[in-house]
């Protein structure tokens, strides 16, 4: 690295470091309470992922004003740091399913059934908008739980691991399955005493 890039790369690391270090621990407060040394190990990867390729990242960014690359550098952050705990707990995630929920779960992440992407947005765009929508018997992690399961991939199981979530696997379980039928009513026409949709 020439003298001016490397002068550059200190002055970004120092502008920087700290904004960087609290994306991460507050993205990572989501998974887990983190250890500083896994904090750290995270904001190190972060600047890895912005040394990729030559710095393409950063060579290609074309600010709109003056906080952009602030912004710019949080998505970044964000993403590694997710990464990082999606990757960890699939390691952990085992094959088991939750009973009855074979057929929300094709409903909703089917990628095989055809569904334009577009029309796959919008149905997520509906379902999420069905589960920030205020219900009395809603429990404020029911949106996290029902995402992870169905887009995070992750089993009931690995989703109770997570201590921002509490509630065990059973607690877990019974969220998705009144959460999935919810959706379902919501989602799918109702059907005719016969059986037949009408």
Partial sequence: MESGAEDAWRE???????LIALVVLRTARHWTEPAPA????LVQDTYLKLCEKQCRALREFQPHNQDALFSFLKVIAINVTNDHFKSEFAQKRRTEKVIGLNDAAELISD???????MEQEVLFRQIDGLLCAPRTSAHPKDREIFWLYYRGGMSARAIAEIPAIGGGVKFVERRLARLTADVRDAVLPPENPE???S
């Fill in 12 to 18: 970004l690391v120092g502008r920087t470091r700290r």
């Fill in 111 to 117: 990628q095989s059934a055809g569904k334009a992407a």
């Fill in 38 to 41: 896994l904090v750290e190990d």
């Fill in 195 to 197: 059986g037949e949709p």
